[in-house]
Nanobody, 116 residues
Framework: QVQLVESGGGLVQPGGSLRLSCAAS????????MGWYRQAPGKQRELVAR???????DYAGSVKGRFTISRDNAKNTVSLQMNSLKPEDTAVYYC??????????WGKGTLVTVSS
C-alpha cells in the first residue's frame, strides 16, 4: 500500500503562483511514476503532469511552460510549481502514484482556486 498526502492548495489571484507538494509513505519501492491530476467542477479528472523515477516528465498542453513538476526520490515527495495561474486552473488537484504492478494510488486532493 501507498499513502499520498497533498499540501499547498489555496486561493490565488490570476497571474500568481502556488506550489503543491505530495508526500508518499508505505511501500515506496513499488512506486514508478508520480504525478498530478485535477478535476474542475462538472469536468472529468485530467492529467496535469507526471514524472518517472528517472526524472522524465510530461505535461498537459494547457499547463506546459507554466507548471513544473519535480520529484525527490530520497524524500519520497513530488511537487508541482504553478506559475502564471489562470481562472481555468481552478480545480481540486490530486496526487497520483502508479506502482510497478499497475496499481493506481490517489491522494485526497487539495483545492486550488484562481480568482480575483
Amino acid at each position: 500500500q501507498v499513502q499520498l498526502v497533498e499540501s499547498g492548495g489555496g486561493l490565488v489571484q490570476p497571474g500568481g503562483s502556488l506550489r503543491l507538494s505530495c508526500a508518499a509513505s508505505g511501500i515506496i519501492s513499488s512506486i514508478n511514476a508520480m504525478g498530478w491530476y485535477r478535476q474542475a467542477p462538472g469536468k472529468q479528472r485530467e492529467l496535469v503532469a507526471r514524472i518517472t523515477t528517472g526524472g522524465s516528465a510530461d505535461y498537459a498542453g494547457s499547463v506546459k511552460g507554466r507548471f513544473t513538476i519535480s520529484r525527490d526520490n530520497a524524500k519520497n515527495t513530488v511537487s508541482l510549481q504553478m506559475n502564471s495561474l489562470k481562472p481555468e486552473d481552478t480545480a481540486v488537484y490530486y496526487c497520483h502514484a502508479l506502482s510497478l504492478y499497475g496499481i493506481n494510488y490517489w491522494g485526497k486532493g487539495t483545492l486550488v482556486t484562481v480568482s480575483s
